[in-house]
């Protein structure tokens, strides 16, 4: 169901939607946009196959589409897409989860071979967002945090996004959702890659999801939640929480929950079944007008 825009609402919060048709909206210094693109085909692939040096994929990669937030007055860029998540599948390299049903998975593909699984078919990642600093707009000139030329930098911190202050009644002036990759492990579960975004007249909000249902097996919830409050400084902040819920089924339904997958279909109603494995918050603070 597409998000229908108020634009009273857009008035009154001093927001613009963007031109030409692009999917999002300028608001506070921030563009903010969404873009939804087809599933990569075979030449594309293996284009990718060649840059992340792998031969697998998901099922469905949407390689082409992404969540961009950009700070217009100093160039910065937080961004959501499926190629950096991949990167940080492969560089994470967890070990294959062992179920009997996952051979058989590959077996529909390829029927007469023996097909040993010694990566990780379930594509989950530790991916919690990219960054980039715009060194010349003119250019389009870019640095990237992670290559240690940008003055961009997240710090480890106590503060925690305010959830409360998100559910007061406010405007929405844009939401939408991106799906960037997804692989249903042959018929045998889910792993789902998401970002959605809610823009507000007082804050923008993010969330990215990875969502892991191997039936019978293990689930696994990963959450990155960015949250950026507007206001009159010209530097802004950007709170990120990360948190990793994981279980097996066995241990649930020692719990007392059920263990049929079919009670597991949405991550929001079933996420505080879940244990915390790991919690971290960091802020960033953007650099100031130049």
Request: charged residues 25%; aromatic residues 10%.
């Amino acid at each position: 169901m597409e998000f229908e825009v108020d634009e009273k609402e857009l008035k009154a919060a001093g927001a613009e939607l963007l031109p030409d048709g692009r999917r999002g909206l300028r608001l506070h210094g921030w563009e903010i946009e969404s873009l939804k693109r087809p599933i990569l085909n075979s030449r594309q692939l293996q284009e990718w196959e060649q840059k992340l040096q792998s031969s697998h994929f998901p099922e469905m990669v949407f390689g082409d589409s992404s969540l961009v937030l950009k700070h217009m007055n100093n160039g910065t860029k937080i961004h959501f897409n499926a190629f950096d998540a991949l990167t940080g599948w492969k560089q994470e390299a967890l070990p294959p989860v062992e179920v009997p049903a996952a051979a058989i998975w590959k077996y529909k593909s390829e029927s007469f071979q023996q097909v040993i699984l010694d990566y990780d078919y379930t594509f989950t990642t530790p991916y919690c967002g990219s960054e980039t600093e715009e060194i010349n707009a003119e250019l389009g000139r870019e640095a990237t945090s992670e290559k240690g030329n940008s003055s961009l930098c997240w710090e480890e911190c106590k503060e925690e996004i305010d959830l409360a202050s998100l559910a007061l009644k406010e405007p929405i002036l844009f939401y939408d959702e991106v799906i960037l990759y997804e692989d249903e492990l042959g018929d045998n579960g889910i792993s789902l890659l998401t970002v959605k975004v809610r823009v507000m007249p007082s804050s923008w909000f993010v969330l990215l999801r990875f969502w892991l249902r191997v039936d019978g097996v293990l689930m696994r919830l990963r959450d990155t939640r960015m949250h950026c409050v507007f206001g009159k400084s010209t530097n802004p902040v950007i709170l990120r929480e990360s948190c990793w819920r994981e279980a097996t089924i066995q241990a649930l339904a020692a719990k007392g929950y059920p263990s049929d997958s079919a009670a597991y279909n949405d991550p929001s109603i079933i996420s505080q079944r879940l244990p915390i494995i790991m919690r971290k918050t960091h802020k960033l603070k953007l650099p100031g007008t130049p």
